[in-house]
């Protein structure tokens, strides 16, 4: 599937999408009889997305498999019994009232996939979803199914089991606090991944707000990957955040040299490629302009003075409605009819 994602997808996929990081997170809010079921010292991770393209923007998801505890699985073979685990970050400002149903949709599209890789099989694997919930606002929408039918409480009683049934763990970070993140058992990246997530966006003082956190910070930076890691963090915070620069690099440039560097070239970087993109758009608006510009003088030429409301009707047009109005002038009879 194609489609633009949000600026929160790399950070979320490079350090939750790193198994040992996910199962981390998994052991610190899975229930614990469910995580016990689960060998997450063998989690593995899936390629591909779920999301609808149109959804991309604010959702971001991964999919992993961890062998499952006994019995065998859809091939004969004991150890072959594995359930997948479904991890889905929601980036939008507002809680998605139907997430039930997405929900029900990529497990669908999970199971399809399965399916066609195993076209043998009877039986389906457990799928395991968790949403993760990172906006200002509280998780108020249903976390089951069921909720979303609307049904008054009689047929609902009546309905009973034949009721479509499907409930997904839902971790609010809205109402984590910062304590209680910091004592969540997890690695380190999925710490800071979390706390950003949480509390970057638009964030001024987000500078004084990370020198709490300069310990999981050195933690990230030890580890063989740390500087890879710490760029990915640095390139969301200046993507979402509104920190002064100089406030970032006071921070990180007291972690040590490397950093140091890290923080300058990125920075560089992501200012190069703003700029490009100021360009482009500058471009682009300067080859509308032109457009509109030929076009007045076409039809001023043909139909005499433009009334203003037309001039600004040609003026705030896109470049496909000044293609083909361009086209029509020469064959068209009146200004409306040019315009049409």
Do not use: C
């Given at each position: 599937?194609?489609?633009?994602?949000?600026?929160?997808?790399?950070?979320?996929?490079?350090?939750?999408?790193?198994?040992?990081?996910?199962?981390?997170?998994?052991?610190?809010?899975?229930?614990?009889?469910?995580?016990?079921?689960?060998?997450?010292?063998?989690?593995?991770?899936?390629?591909?997305?779920?999301?609808?393209?149109?959804?991309?923007?604010?959702?971001?998801?991964?999919?992993?498999?961890?062998?499952?505890?006994?019995?065998?699985?859809?091939?004969?073979?004991?150890?072959?019994?594995?359930?997948?685990?479904y991890v889905l970050v929601e980036h939008q400002s507002g809680t998605d009232k139907l997430m039930p149903l997405r929900i029900l949709r990529y497990m669908v599209r999970i199971w399809d996939a399965f399916l066609n890789e195993h076209p043998r099989a009877h039986r389906l694997p457990a799928v395991f979803p968790l949403v993760v919930h990172h906006n200002r606002q509280a998780w108020d929408?249903?976390?089951?199914?069921?909720?979303?039918?609307?049904?008054?409480?009689?047929?609902?009683?009546?309905?009973?089991?034949?009721?479509?049934?499907?409930?997904?763990?839902?971790?609010?970070?809205?109402?984590?606090?910062?304590?209680?993140?910091?004592?969540?058992?997890?690695?380190?990246?999925?710490?800071?991944?979390?706390?950003?997530?949480?509390?970057?966006?638009?964030?001024?003082?987000?500078?004084?707000?990370?020198?709490?956190?300069?310990?999981?910070?050195?933690?990230?930076?030890?580890?063989?990957?740390?500087?890879?890691?710490?760029?990915?963090?640095?390139?969301?915070?200046?993507?979402?955040?509104?920190?002064?620069?100089?406030?970032?690099?006071?921070?990180?440039?007291?972690?040590?040299?490397?950093?140091?560097?890290?923080?300058?070239?990125?920075?560089?970087?992501?200012?190069?490629?703003?700029?490009?993109?100021?360009?482009?758009?500058?471009?682009?608006?300067?080859?509308?302009?032109?457009?509109?510009?030929?076009?007045?003088?076409?039809?001023?030429?043909?139909?005499?003075?433009?009334?203003?409301?037309?001039?600004?009707?040609?003026?705030?047009?896109?470049?496909?409605?000044?293609?083909?109005?361009?086209?029509?002038?020469?064959?068209?009879?009146?200004?409306?009819?040019?315009?049409?």
């Amino acid at each position: 599937m194609s489609g633009d994602s949000s600026p929160h997808d790399a950070v979320f996929r490079r350090m939750l999408g790193e198994p040992a990081n996910a199962a981390s997170q998994l052991r610190a809010v899975l229930p614990p009889e469910l995580a016990d079921q689960l060998d997450l010292a063998r989690l593995t991770r899936l390629p591909g997305s779920f999301v609808d393209a149109k959804l991309r923007w604010r959702h971001s998801d991964l999919l992993f498999t961890a062998p499952l505890a006994g019995g065998d699985g859809h091939s004969g073979d004991e150890r072959s019994r594995e359930a997948f685990i479904y991890v889905l970050v929601e980036h939008q400002s507002g809680t998605d009232k139907l997430m039930p149903l997405r929900i029900l949709r990529y497990m669908v599209r999970i199971w399809d996939a399965f399916l066609n890789e195993h076209p043998r099989a009877h039986r389906l694997p457990a799928v395991f979803p968790l949403v993760v919930h990172h906006n200002r606002q509280a998780w108020d929408a249903p976390t089951e199914l069921a909720d979303l039918l609307d049904l008054d409480p009689g047929t609902v009683k009546a309905a009973g089991e034949f009721l479509p049934r499907l409930r997904f763990l839902l971790d609010d970070l809205t109402v984590v606090d910062e304590a209680a993140l910091r004592a969540r058992p997890v690695t380190a990246p999925v710490r800071l991944t979390l706390l950003l997530l949480k509390i970057a966006a638009g964030n001024a003082g987000l500078a004084d707000d990370l020198r709490r956190w300069s310990d999981q910070l050195q933690v990230v930076l030890q580890r063989p990957s740390g500087i890879e890691d710490f760029v990915t963090m640095l390139t969301y915070i200046q993507q979402v955040g509104e920190v002064p620069a100089q406030e970032l690099y006071d921070l990180f440039a007291g972690l040590g040299p490397t950093v140091k560097e890290a923080f300058v070239t990125t920075a560089e970087q992501l200012r190069a490629e703003g700029e490009a993109r100021g360009e482009a758009r500058g471009e682009a608006r300067g080859e509308v302009r032109g457009r509109a510009e030929a076009l007045t003088q076409f039809l001023t030429h043909k139909f005499g003075p433009l009334p203003p409301d037309v001039h600004d009707r040609v003026h705030t047009a896109t470049v496909e409605q000044l293609e083909r109005w361009t086209g029509r002038v020469v064959t068209a009879r009146t200004l409306a009819e040019a315009l049409d």
